[in-house]
């Protein structure tokens, strides 16, 4: 039990770093014409991803790109590795270690321009069909919007375990709690 409560916790870590909140990121208008590329590219690149854990609509992917190019800047996601010289993409932004402000500016992106949370909960409804309704609880409480921020923030700059522990401990003294304890690893 305790072993799949920490693969599960990982796999909600995992879509957390897919894609990221509320549908209102600054997206359109003003952008140079790298930028207008390069935002282009991350969308398409996002859209091309889909039917993984976490999907997007064509405006969210548009308002990530928009949001990231202008956020982090041309310059400093061809530096970090995602954009090549020519534009096009080349790594997915939880690949690579951005800085702290950086990686806040890409989770703000994530989390100002999808719903996040509507996500995670359809993602942790079917990864936890077959547990008690109180780990599921559980989740649901551990997934904060400040949490998911600090989730991305810690996959983008490199920290996701550190990030992942953030998320794994509450779960787990939550299920334990709601299981009536658990076995102690020595006991499996």
Sequence with gaps: MKRTLLTLTSVAVLALSGC????????????????????????????????GTISVSQKEADCIGEDMATGVGVEKLQEYGIVKDDL?????????????????????????CTDVQAMIDQGIGEQLAGQPPAVKKCFEEALTD????????????????????????PVMECAQKAMGGLPSPEGQ
């Design 146 to 169: 400040e949490r998911v921020r600090s989730i991305l923030v810690g996959t983008f700059s490199g920290k996701q375990q550190q990030a992942q522990q953030e998320l794994v401990k």
């Design 20 to 51: 990221g909140g509320d549908g209102a990121g600054s997206g359109g208008g003003g952008l140079s014409s790298d930028e207008q590329t390069v935002a282009d590219n991350l969308s398409k690149t996002l859209r091309e991803e889909e039917g």
């Design 88 to 112: 096009s993409i080349n790594k997915n932004p939880n690949e690579v270690t951005m800085s702290t402000g950086d990686a806040e500016t890409a989770a703000d992106a994530f989390l100002g």
